[in-house]
Each structure stands twice: as C-alpha cells, then as structure tokens.
C-alpha cells in the first residue's frame, strides 16, 4: 500500500564517475529524446533503475562509477508560479 504522505526529500544519491581525459568527478547522464538526463535519485525505486543504467554505462567506457549520496538540504531559493494573479 502506498503512503498518502507527500515524499519529501531529504537525500540523493548520485552515479559519479570520473572523466578518463581530464580527471574530474562529474555525475553520470544518460542522453534521451528531451536532451541529457543527470543519474541521481531521490528514492530506492529510481535508484534501482538508475543503477542498472550506470553500470551499463560504465562497463561500456571501462570506467568506474561510485554511488554516492548526500543528505545535507540547503535550499537556494524558490520559485513558486502556484498564486493566481488578481
């Protein structure tokens, strides 16, 4: 049974890996009709599904990927368009 609650998030997780030319960390991304997708979740359901992707991935390019996840919520700013105009 499903939750009525609302999902908050207060973690992700993030496929990493590193760039074999220059060194950097960079969050793996998967390329589909509306442009690049980043790999991060925010819930085991889609973890699950973007794991798979990223070690496909990463098999692929002979790279490693790490998953890692972060817990700290510092909110920039917002916008919110949910006000109607008078």
């Known amino acids: 049974m499903q939750s009525t609650e609302p999902h908050h998030i207060d973690s992700i997780v993030a ?29 085991r359901v889609r973890f699950d599904l973007i794991k798979g992707l990223a070690t496909e991935i990463a098999e692929a390019g002979k790279m490693k990927v790490s998953f890692v ?18």
């Open 15 to 43: 496929c990493i890996c590193v760039d074999p030319v220059t060194g950097e960390e960079g969050i793996m991304g998967h390329l589909t009709e509306r442009g690049w997708m980043p790999l991060i979740a925010s819930d």
């Open 69 to 86: 996840r972060f817990s700290v919520r510092t909110e920039e700013g917002s916008v919110d368009y949910r006000t109607e105009k008078e």
